[in-house]
Nanobody
């Protein structure tokens, strides 16, 4: 199994930047598709960005051009660089590891708040 721990969340002003990190352990990290999701109170969890084992990426339309997902397999870590942050980006962000859409593991989440 994979254990995931997110970090890097916090309070930032509109237009600012944050970088989230997700550190994984417990299995072969490099074979998983890694993703970042976010969820606001009372709403469904939303896929923000994903990156395959080969480095291919996909983004939600709402974050394209502002967010960048990357991974460092040697460090068992996936990152989400968030620029030009907006108040609507305020959410709890969760890290996900996905193996062939059969095995899925989640971190506990990290709070991102965008406010002046």
């Amino acid at each position: 199994q994979v254990q995931l721990v997110e970090s890097g969340g916090g309070l930032v002003q509109p237009g600012g930047s944050l970088r989230l990190s997700c550190a994984g352990s417990g299995t072969i990290f490099s074979i998983y598709v890694m993703g970042w999701y976010r969820q606001a109170p009372g709403k469904q969890r939303e896929l923000v960005a994903a990156i395959t084992s080969g480095g291919g990426t996909d983004y939600a339309d709402s974050v394209k051009g502002r967010f960048t997902i990357s991974r460092d397999n040697a460090k068992n870590t996936v990152y989400l660089q968030m620029n030009s942050l907006k108040p609507k980006d305020t959410d709890v962000y969760f890290c996900n590891a996905n193996l062939r859409n059969v095995l899925k593991f989640w971190g506990k989440g990290t709070q991102v708040t965008v406010s002046s």
